[in-house]
């Protein structure tokens, strides 16, 4: 099945200063990657995905990158804030009758210091 | 509009109690699904429902009991829980089962005495 590896497990960032985040998987019929964002007390929720016909993918601060032929991924966070303070998931998704499952890294602490 | 609802948002049970989660949404989506997280982990599937009919048991125990009364409403029979069973259960939605995008509730934190 598919395996989701993500680094680094925790990071810390000035306010202001960018945050990356990388993930890889294993199955390379894998073509659908979304992240997401839990706050302490709160459910996942979903911040940015990408396909694997896109390259790259931006909203206002938030980008994904998608190497398919090195199968990873990155999250880019640009002008970090205290509310980005959270964890992080990336998940990893093929498509076809049997791949109905989202399979997710194992979550990065990402903390902001103002 | 992509808001899951959850109730209650906190639970305390007993080992013998009976008690139920439940989760809503109005987005029209045909799939749902239960998820357990445990504290600094991932989400790890449990149930999927596509139209109402249960599709996919992750090796479950018997004391989790899934329904769907409607294509709007998920519930989760809980019986006869283990501490261990303590966590945070999360219901997510998509379109249609295999559809990519899944969003989730906020999430029933319970904890078994």
């Known amino acids: 099945g598919e395996n989701v590896e993500q680094h680094p497990s925790t990071l810390s960032v000035q306010e202001g200063d960018s945050a990356v985040i990388k993930c890889t998987y294993s199955d390379s019929a894998s073509n659908y990657f979304p992240w997401y964002k839990q706050e302490l007390g709160k459910g996942p929720q979903l911040i940015i995905d990408?396909?694997?016909?896109?390259g790259e993918k931006k909203d206002q601060r938030i980008a994904v990158t998608l190497n398919k032929t090195a199968k990873h991924f990155s999250l880019h966070i640009t002008e970090t804030q205290p509310e980005d303070s959270a964890v992080y998931f990336c998940?990893?998704?093929?498509?076809?009758?049997?791949?109905?499952?989202?399979?997710f890294g194992k979550g990065t602490k990402l903390s902001v210091i103002p | 509009d992509t808001e899951v609802t959850q109730t209650p948002k906190h639970l305390v049970m007993g080992m013998t109690n009976k008690k139920s989660l439940k989760c809503e949404q109005h987005m029209g989506h045909r799939a749902m699904y239960w998820y357990k997280q445990k504290a600094k982990k991932p989400p790890e599937l449990m149930f999927v429902?596509?139209?109402?009919?249960?599709?996919i048991n992750e090796s479950v125990p018997s004391r989790f009991s899934p329904e769907c009364p409607n294509s709007s409403l998920l519930n989760l029979h809980l019986h006869a829980l283990q501490p261990e069973d303590s966590a945070l259960y999360l219901c997510?939605?998509?379109?249609?089962?295999?559809?990519?995008?899944?969003?989730f509730g906020p999430g029933t934190r319970l904890t078994v005495l």
């Open positions: 998940a990893a998704k093929g498509t076809g009758a049997g791949s109905y499952q989202l399979t």
């Open positions: 990408i396909r694997s016909n896109v």
């Open positions: 997510a939605s998509s379109q249609n089962f295999g559809t990519d995008t899944q969003y």
């Open positions: 429902y596509s139209y109402e009919k249960l599709s």
